[in-house]
């Protein structure tokens, strides 16, 4: 089993920046990979970028150059560095970590990026 707390999110105008933050707890070490999705009103959870056990990143093309994840072992904390915030950025935000064929989700975080 795994928990995971998000948080971070928030009002911020377009072209500023957030860090959501992501602790895990539970069975972390054995994790595959962590990731950020994303849900805006009316459409469906996407994925935004995921960072694997060895520290690689990879993001959707709609967040390339502006997020960034990474993580700290020692705090079992994931973020998200969010920069250049779009409206289109506007959604719950949720934390995802594989362990094997399982997937965890945290409550979400919601993000709102006013013109």
């Known amino acids: 089993q795994v928990q995971l707390v998000e948080s971070g999110g928030g009002l911020v105008q377009a072209g500023g920046s957030l860090r959501l933050s992501c602790v895990a707890s539970g069975s972390i070490f054995s994790l595959n990979h962590m990731g950020w999705y994303r849900q805006a009103p009316g459409k469906q959870r996407e994925l935004v970028g995921i960072?694997?056990?060895?520290?690689?990143?990879n993001y959707v093309d709609s967040v390339k150059g502006r997020f960034t994840i990474s993580g700290d072992n020692a705090k079992n904390t994931v973020y998200l560095h969010m920069n250049s915030l779009k409206p289109e950025d506007t959604a719950v935000y949720y934390c995802?970590?594989?362990?094997?064929?399982?997937?965890?989700w945290g409550q979400g975080t919601q993000v709102t990026v006013s013109p």
């Open positions: 960072i694997t056990n060895g520290g690689a990143t």
């Open positions: 995802n970590a594989a362990l094997g064929p399982a997937r965890y």
